[in-house]
């Protein structure tokens, strides 16, 4: 697969060329990176063997496509100099870009099994290319991009430029290519790791997915926790889902989302689930600052909704309302379920007292309320307007509730 942007030459030629002792590398790719987690620090300590060996590498690249909700793909960046490789992600879009399409990372996503640049050829007939722009303005000679195959088809890329004139001779090409199926396999192991806790990250939350990872995947196993509980349910859901085309109800939840959830885990809060329209959040009193951090993110998830709702007005749909139960407590954390399927979660009298509060917003026509408890722990009785005591299901003695306004918010600051 060639085209005039993407010339791909046969070797060069190899004459005089002294042999490249390789197999050292080799074996250290196979049994002395077992315990390197990164793949990052493998490929720089990987390109600088190769240096030393006499591969005339300048520059050299990995790219992976990942799976992961923002990025798409990330590209590893190795250059002569630098001890530590430069990562950047990659979002979703991307490929379907023009300097995608025109690129090698493209031909060999699709199929080539290299591509190959002589960059000190003059550039009059190509089709235009940053990327062999910025190549020729670095100095840089000669570029080969080829394929890295890990398992079940899976096929990312792998890239690798030198500065030498006359770039690599058919020897340095031997050993790069000769390397390629241990460094695919070394790759992958860590891309899955990396993918296991992304996948974990993205699905139950950094903290639950650490457990997880270190080991709590039996039944019943958890510890006891104590923490600020934040329970949050969207309004008017179920008639809005019925009366919205489902794209729209999809849009609708990720803004309401992201106005709650952003504040939540930027002032240290973990959301353990979403629950249909609604979310479980709790912030660890390990953190003298817990409760405070709980109020802050109230605040700037009110102010979210309130933007987020101009917009929705301003399209000709309904604002968005929403109910808020805080409480304060112990909680169970930990694995829960059936024998085959886990929820890593918190139970507890504190969590259905949160759970009541949401509700209780309804009744009381207001978004947010807190429990006594978590309002004396705070120290914001005074900020707090008091509703008095109000009878809760499952509960023997009503429970005093506070009201929550955005100036508590600006006083926990």
């Given amino acids: 697969m060639q085209t005039s942007s993407e010339a791909m030459a046969g070797p060069l030629d190899d004459s005089g060329a002294r042999p490249i002792e390789s197999k050292g ?4 790719l196979v049994t002395e990176t077992r315990d390197q987690r990164f793949i990052d620090n493998i490929f720089v300590d990987l390109c600088e063997r190769l240096v030393e060996a006499g591969v005339p590498l300048a520059r050299a690249t990995l790219h992976f496509r990942i799976h992961h909700p923002q990025w798409l793909g990330a590209r590893i960046l190795w250059r002569k100099g630098l001890t530590e490789a430069d990562i950047r992600m990659f979002d979703y879009g991307v490929e379907d870009t023009t300097q995608y399409l025109n690129s090698p990372l493209y031909a060999v996503n699709n199929g080539a099994s290299q591509v ?3 960059l000190e050829a003059a550039a009059d007939d190509e089709v235009p ?6 190549l020729r303005a670095d100095g840089l000679t000669d570029y080969i991009a080829l ?8 096929r990312h890329v792998a890239t690798f430029a030198s500065d ?3 770039g690599f001779e058919a020897a340095h090409i031997e050993v790069l290519t000769g390397l390629l199926p241990v460094l695919a396999l070394v790759s992958e192991i860590r891309l899955k790791n990396r993918m296991a806790r992304t996948l974990l990250e993205t ?3 950094p903290h639950a997915s650490e457990q997880i990872l270190a080991g709590a995947t039996t039944r019943g196993s958890g510890v006891t926790v104590s923490a600020a509980i934040l329970i949050c349910d969207l309004r008017d859901f179920t008639k809005l889902s019925d009366l919205w085309p489902r794209d729209d109800v999809i849009e609708l939840l990720n803004g309401y989302f992201d106005a709650m959830s952003e504040p939540i885990e930027r002032h240290g ?7 249909g329209d609604g979310l479980l959040a709790i912030f660890p009193l390990s953190n003298p600052q817990a409760c405070e951090n709980l109020l802050q993110a109230i605040g700037e998830a009110e102010a979210a909704i309130a933007a987020l709702n101009q917009e929705n007005l301003a399209r000709g749909r309904e604002a968005l309302g929403y109910g808020i139960g805080v409480n304060v407590g112990d909680v169970m954390y930990g694995n829960i379920g059936s024998r085959r399927r886990l929820d890593f979660t918190v139970i507890g009298p504190a969590v259905n007292i949160a759970s009541r509060l949401e509700n209780l917003t309804k009744q009381a026509k207001r978004p947010v309320l807190l429990s006594r408890a978590f309002v004396e722990l705070a120290g914001r009785t005074r900020d707090m307007e008091h509703l008095g005591a109000f ?3 499952g509960l023997d003695d009503p429970i005093e509730v506070f009201a929550f306004s955005s100036g508590t918010a600006q006083a926990a600051e």
């Fill in 116 to 118: 190959r640049k002589n």
């Fill in 269 to 275: 809060g973990e959301i353990l689930k979403f629950m």
């Fill in 25 to 28: 590398i080799l074996d250290w």
């Fill in 129 to 134: 290319n940053s990327l062999y722009d910025e």
């Fill in 391 to 393: 009878p809760v299901k």
């Fill in 164 to 166: 030498r004139k006359g």
């Fill in 203 to 205: 699905y139950v939350g």
């Fill in 147 to 154: 394929p890295l195959e890990h398992t079940l088809g899976k």
